[in-house]
């Protein structure tokens, strides 16, 4: 969404510094992962063409080091389990950061955002985005909810900036803490529809399948739309894009319920992945708990129609605009599939048109690394008057 401080960072283009800016808490880029990975490589990357010098520090066992369209790699060990490869690394990095003479260091999500006081130093100005509340996933043991219920309070209240992806967070946050919680959406880039081409490699055609993307988790509830695919048209196919890292055993369910006419490809990304958004029949988002989801607005920004669960979290995206059935309900869905399917093609190619316009209007990464670059650039001068206040107060006492 354009502002008004967009166009004020654009016409800082003569007058703006040049930024060190550390990134914590992604995997790696290039994005192969998730939505934090997705975020941090379209923005890093657009930062670095604005003439910013940006360092994402990663985990060895996702990522190598070096760069990735000018973005510096940095890769870092940890121990690679659910509960400490996140925070392992992220103790490091920020470590790391503490020492890498960086303008901004910038932690993404609230568990990384644990360690936000470690890399803070005079001249310094410590960000936090957060993309979801994590402590809201089943996986999470009590210490581990306690601890990025910690991490979120960090992220507000002890960095120098907080963000969040949705408007929902960015309400809810601000409220709780009586804290201002920024709003820099997720996004996507509107490109020309692709060929399709390639679809036949994975067996189906376009305009005949059925499209959800994401981690196998029980939150994207993965395992209610294969129940509810059941009962959908015969010449559909259900096309499901995702991997199991460290949740094997949901794999190996949404596996165990899939038939022939379902479609588990693993992961996908690049063209491959823009052809499947752009040719499906509709997309389907299932999710029983979200930040701002990428998926949708990728969906969405090609045009497609879109069926999606009720939560608050999807509704923010699609609300008005795309077909909701209730989260979790399988019979729902099931019937909201067959009407999906039986409406007319001209009301879905409606329903997708203003699927993109929305998109256009809010959700786009351009438009997101303007407004954190003007963040940014307003934390670097404010730190920079602070830390010459203190230099002028410590010359007059050393005199």
């Not at 036949?200 to 509830?221: A, C, N, Q, T």
């Not at 351009?366 to 963040?375: G, I, N, P, Q, S």
């Amino acid at each position: 969404m354009r502002d008004a401080g967009t166009g004020e960072a654009d016409g800082m283009m003569e007058q703006r510094r040049t930024l060190d800016i550390a990134m914590i808490g992604a995997k790696g880029i290039p994005a192969g992962f998730g939505g934090i990975e997705k975020h941090v490589e379209e923005i890093s990357t657009r930062l670095v063409r604005r003439g910013h010098r940006v360092t994402v520090f990663g985990r060895a066992q996702f990522c190598g080091a070096g760069s990735w369209k000018g973005v510096r790699i940095r890769t870092l060990p940890t121990i690679p389990t659910k509960n400490l490869d996140s925070g392992v690394n992220c103790l490091l990095a920020s470590m790391a950061a503490r020492l890498g003479g960086f303008d901004i260091v910038h932690f993404h999500g609230i568990g990384p955002a644990l360690f936000s006081r470690i890399p803070r130093r005079r001249g310094v100005g410590i960000v936090a985005t957060i993309h979801a509340l994590d402590y809201r996933q089943s996986k999470w043991g009590p210490l581990a909810k306690r601890l990025l219920r910690l991490g979120e309070r960090c992220a507000v209240l002890h960095t120098d900036a907080a963000v969040a992806v949705s408007r929902l967070i960015s309400d809810q946050l601000g409220g709780r803490y009586g804290h201002p919680v920024a709003y820099i959406p997720n996004g996507t880039s509107i490109a020309a529809r692709p060929a399709g081409q390639s679809l036949d490699r994975l067996g189906v055609e376009p305009g005949k399948y059925i499209l959800s993307v994401g981690r196998f988790i029980i939150e994207r509830g993965f395992h209610t739309l294969i129940e509810a695919f059941r009962e959908a048209p015969p010449h559909l196919r259900l096309v499901i894009v995702g991997d199991a890292r460290f949740e094997e055993r949901y794999g190996e369910r949404i596996r165990e319920m899939a038939d022939e006419r379902v479609v588990l490809p693993g992961f996908i990304s690049g063209p491959l992945l823009e052809e499947l958004y752009a040719h499906c029949a509709f997309y389907v988002l299932p999710s029983l708990v979200e930040g701002l989801p990428i998926s949708l607005i990728e969906a969405m920004g090609h045009g497609r129609p879109v069926l999606v669960s009720d939560i608050p979290e999807n509704l923010e995206v699609a609300g008005g605009i795309g077909m909701q059935f209730r989260a979790g309900d399988a019979r729902d869905l099931a019937s909201s599939l067959v009407r999906m399917a039986e409406l007319p093609v001209a009301e879905l190619e409606r329903m997708g048109a203003e699927g993109r316009k929305r998109v256009e209007q809010e959700y786009l990464w351009d438009d997101a690394a303007l407004r954190l670059e003007k963040l940014y650039l307003g934390l670097a001068a404010e730190r920079g008057r602070r830390s010459g206040r203190a230099n002028s107060v410590d010359t007059a006492e050393s005199i």
